[in-house]
């Protein structure tokens, strides 16, 4: 890879100096404007099970129940420590919960920019990967959006830092953030496989040898030493989960799924830059794409063979661990790999220009260019869901939370002028209204301070001539349900009303 005069030796060492202040806070300043309008969003969806368990147990208990569940489906302790001390702080008001994830994710990008700078000292690409990586809103807005993401987020932090301190060759403080990583995230797990590769990449012979890999294997011990103790603790619980059918992350290590989940990814990834276009060419070009942007990589990086074969890596196990989910692929899952793709990204563009000699002008400009255009397509982008509301198309790969958000924030502005107080033990019907929006009993228990309430979808009700009941209960005993106590409550139009 070429060594640019213009930022080498000293005037390097200036321009970080001068100029890694007012880049770090035009960064972060970018990641506030691109996603402002997160801070109109009220607690979505899963967020209301987790404020629900915080609030009925206590943050002593809930921080407890989470490191002692070893054998759940997920185990995500660390991520509950930080969900609980969010909630000690502001409660139930989210606004706090979105500053602190954009503040995350900003801190995740300029982590992106240093290790991309010790990996190939150069800073404009280090800071274009860094810019691309935060401002690409098709790929975060989820995780940023709800309590929950924040799984993605501080697994992302823990995830680029121990990248970053393993380059510092801090070997014990990146061990420490792999800790955290796997314990927020369990699909952080391959990332030894990701130092490994590293490892051999940094090692100054050209081809790899017996020695090689041997020193590089004992740079990563403490690492997989980690891995296969979470593994070995863990995987009963995980394979079990993930065999069996009819739950959103059954998995199979065969099938066209895994080929459809790579097409998906690879489109999302071009998304990410420009999400205003769909870049849906269908599986087998998206392939094809795949095949020549990794050929291009190869050619135009400038790289050696190991050092390709590392960002390959980073790329292929930052998501492999969700490639078999049969049916649950989103956007989010790219979090942990798309830096790799931004760097490959910008060095094609950069190596590319030049050899093809389109433009005299440096690459700095050109990324400078592809950086605005990503921050302003992104704005967009959440701008024009966020206008349209209720009325959101769903989105391929998005959990649909602008929908959802909208959902939330009509309903309990009706409730507030409608029912600002309920009987104990009130039965909410909801017409064409999801109530999985707004977590249903546990949400509006949450709103109302009562236990005794119960929330169903009129389809989930039937009827005969003595009156209604939960078609749960019909096979064993029809429960009917006091037509005092019912709140019918329905979407018509564009607004909510009483009654059918």
Known sequence: MKQPVSVSGEVTRSFKKEHALGLSVLLLFSVLIVYLKIFQYPFIQDDWYILHSLKAMGTGEFIARAFIGVEGVFYRPVAALYMAFIYSIFGMEPTGFHFFALMLHGINALIVAAITFKLIQRIEIAWGAGFLYALSASLHLDSLLWFVGSNDILGALFFFSTLLFFLQKRIWLSTLCYVLAIFTKEATLLLPGILLFLSISMKDNARVNVQGLRHAFLEVKYFIGVAIGYGAIRFNSIVSFSEQTGNPYHSSLWGTHIVENISKYVQWSFEGVFPIIVFDSGIWITLVQLVLFFGLAFSLSGFSLKRNLFFISWIVLGIFPVMFLQDHAFRYYLTYSYPAIAIFGLTIIDEGVEKLKITSKPIIAQIVLLCFLTAGFSWYYFSDLDRQGFDTLTVEGSNNLIRKGSIVRMLDTFLQKEYPAVPESSVFIFDWLPTEAFGGEKGLSLRYNMQA??????????????????????????????????????FHGDRLRRGK
Request: positive net charge; charged residues 20%; without cysteine.
């Open 453 to 490: 309430l119960s929330v169903y979808e009129i389809q989930a009700i039937q009827a005969d001539a003595k009156g209604v009941y939960p078609k749960s209960n019909a096979s064993v005993m029809r429960n009917y349900i006091d037509p005092k106590k019912i709140i019918y409550i329905s």
